[in-house]
Nanobody, 115 residues
Framework: QVQLVESGGGLVQPGESLRLSCTAS????????MNWYRQAPGKQRELVAR???????NIADSVKGRFTISRDATKNTNYLHADNLKVEDTGVYYC?????????WGQGTHVTVSS
């Protein structure tokens, strides 16, 4: 059974940065895709970034140029780097691991951008 634990959220001012972490435990085999979603209050969940097991990445247009995704395979950890944060980036950020054996979600980490 795979478990995902997220961390790194918090309250920041516009223009500041955060690094969100998602650490996976358990066995992961074969091709997989790690996704970062966010859900703003009253809005649908939105995919903001993803990385495949081969290292290919994709960033949503809404955050392109400000957000990046990376990983440290030695720590089984995936990161979402969020720079120049805006008020509209406020929400709960979730990591999601999609594998051939299942689809797993973290508990979510809150990001609040406010002056």
């Amino acid at each position: 059974q795979v478990q995902l634990v997220e961390s790194g959220g918090g309250l920041v001012q516009p223009g500041e940065s955060l690094r969100l972490s998602c650490t996976a435990s358990g066995s992961i085999f074969g091709f997989y895709q790690m996704n970062w979603y966010r859900q703003a209050p009253g809005k649908q969940r939105e995919l903001v970034a993803r990385m495949t097991s081969s290292g290919m990445t994709n960033i949503a247009d809404s955050v392109k140029g400000r957000f990046t995704i990376s990983r440290d395979a030695t720590k089984n950890t995936n990161y979402l780097h969020a720079d120049n944060l805006k008020v509209e980036d406020t929400g709960v950020y979730y990591c999601n691991l999609a594998t051939s054996g299942g689809n797993y979600w973290g508990q979510g980490t809150h990001v609040t951008v406010s002056s």
